[in-house]
C-alpha cells in the first residue's frame, strides 16, 4: 500500500503543480461540484490498483512440487 500511496499522492501533487501552470492551455481539472467526487474516486481506485500490481510483482511465484505417485 505505500507504493500505490506513494505513486499516486506523487502524480496528484505533479498535477496541482500543473493545473496552475497549464490551465489556460486546456488541462483538464474539476469545475462541477459533481466532478470532485469522481476524482476522489478514481485516485481511491488508482491507489488500489497500484497496490494490487505491486503486491503480485514482489510476491514470489509458485513452485510446488508435483505428486504424481497417486
Not at 506523487?10 to 488541462?27: D, E, K
Not at 497496490?51 to 504424481?68: H, R
Request: charged residues 10%; aromatic residues 14%; negative net charge.
Amino acid at each position: 500500500m505505500a507504493i500505490s500511496g506513494w505513486i499516486v499522492i506523487t502524480l496528484v501533487s505533479f498535477w496541482a503543480v500543473l493545473v496552475g501552470q497549464f490551465a489556460h492551455n486546456g488541462l483538464w481539472y474539476p469545475r462541477h461540484a459533481k466532478e470532485w467526487p469522481a476524482l476522489g474516486i478514481f485516485i481511491a481506485m488508482l491507489s488500489a490498483q497500484i497496490s494490487c500490481i505491486a503486491s503480485a510483482w514482489m510476491t514470489p511465484t509458485y513452485a510446488a512440487e508435483l505428486l504424481d505417485d497417486e
